[in-house]
């Protein structure tokens, strides 16, 4: 199939794109006390140099004391971490791409296996990791206002240092979608509820924040994922009411795209509705806002079998291309195909398919 619609220009108010095609928030741990050196925006401009439209950063956390589970995963806070942020966004633009940082507050979590802590407890909204296990602290109101304030400056400085718009990350069981998951938020105070409009509440008003430090032109993307880490068979929302009903407030509170996560691009959202349309789909169906769509693209198997140590092989993008074609979605993120090969999009534009690589775990141990 011809692959031009992943070639074919995209605006959103300040952000212009050359193509559809995203670089999905990959985790790297490279970054030593939370600072990207020089080797991290060598990675990125290399993606850049590669044509790829639009890079999303890893994760980056925002100024909180249990923000992260990990030494290596860059702060996007504090001036080391800051000046390193500057290196990466202005080699990515030496390089002639686009980048906005994915900016992440853990909640709960894990430790890291390490022996590195934290130097206080994760904090979340009932302290669950899962449900019915405690392992953290429940956030006081105050613990959400300072977290709230922590994304909106971290905002003002992406907007600051020049990147091209950002990304918060609501999804994957982490803080945000903690709030969403009645299973984790067993508040009884505003910020939890029997209605996921209710334990909503902080997205939209972390949104709201976002947007008053970014101003009106500046492109904010929120991550979503209806299942979670802890649990694969999570939906927040069951049908397509529920979830226009969970994602009207966050359209009206600024998210200009909302980036759907699914573990595999092709699977239909909703088993009785009668459609095919996957998450990113019935997204953009129902809110009229911009999707992106990820998972498993051009790779046979999913990420977190992947993180397991199954090995996946290059797969056709006809699928995609299909719902593209059909604008079921604006863009497309791809993950782990631009972790082993940053000239991944030149090969598909060119048509180089024997020269795609496959995927397998030990492309983590290094900064290809
Ligand atoms: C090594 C690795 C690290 C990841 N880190 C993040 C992250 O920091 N934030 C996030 O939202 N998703 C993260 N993900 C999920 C990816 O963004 C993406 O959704 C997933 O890999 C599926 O895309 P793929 O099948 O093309 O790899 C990570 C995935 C991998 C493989």
């Known amino acids: 199939m011809s692959t031009n619609a992943l070639f074919a220009p995209f605006a959103l108010k300040s952000l212009q794109l050359k193509n559809r095609i995203v670089m ?11 600072v990207p050196g020089p080797d991290v925006a060598a990675y990125y401009r290399r993606r850049a140099e590669g044509q790829v439209g639009l890079i999303l950063s890893e994760g980056t956390v925002v100024e909180r004391p249990a ?18 942020w500057q290196h990466v966004i202005d080699e990515v633009h030496a390089g002639g791409g686009k980048m906005g940082p994915q900016l992440w ?15 206080e407890a994760f904090e979340g909204p009932s302290g669950l990791l899962k449900p019915g296990q405690a392992t953290g602290k429940v956030m006081t109101e105050n613990d959400i206002t300072d977290t709230i304030a ?51 509440r902080i997205a939209v008003e972390l949104v709201e924040e976002v947007r008053r430090q970014v101003g009106e032109d500046f492109v904010i993307s929120l991550r979503l994922s209806q299942w979670k880490q802890q649990d694969y068979d999570v939906k927040l929302a069951h049908s397509p009411q529920e979830m226009e009903a969970w994602l009207r407030p966050l359209a009206d509170a600024g998210v200009d795209i909302f980036h759907c996560s699914q573990r595999r ?17 019935w997204v953009k169906k129902l809110t009229g806002k911009t999707t992106i769509t990820v998972g498993s693209v051009g790779l046979s198997g999913e990420f977190l079998a992947g993180f397991a140590g199954e090995a996946s092989e290059p797969r056709s993008l006809d699928e995609l291309l299909r719902r593209l074609d059909r604008n079921e979605f604006d863009l497309v993120a791809v993950g782990r195909q631009l972790i082993v090969d940053p000239n991944w999009v030149e090969k ?6 024997d020269e795609m690589k496959g995927y397998s775990r030990e492309a983590l141990s290094t900064l290809v």
Not at 152 to 160: F, P, V
Not at 266 to 280: H, Q, V
């Open 150 to 200: 922590a994304f909106g400056r971290a905002a003002a400085d992406a907007k600051r240092l020049g990147f091209d718009c950002l990304e918060l990350h609501g999804a994957h069981g982490y803080l945000i979608d903690q709030f969403f998951w009645a299973g984790l938020n067993q508040r009884t105070d505003s910020y939890g509820g029997d209605e996921l409009t209710a334990r909503s």
């Open 105 to 119: 507050h853990m909640g709960v979590m894990s430790e890291n296996g390490s022996g590195w802590k934290p130097s």
């Open 67 to 84: 923000s992260s589970n990990d030494p290596n995963i860059p702060h996007f806070y504090g001036e080391q971490a800051l000046a390193g």
């Open 265 to 281: 691009f092709w699977e239909p959202e909703f088993e009785n509705e009668g459609s095919d349309l996957n998450f990113a789909g």
């Open 24 to 34: 999905a928030p990959m985790t790297r741990s490279f970054s030593p006390n939370g």
């Open 348 to 353: 598909i534009q060119q048509g180089r398919s």
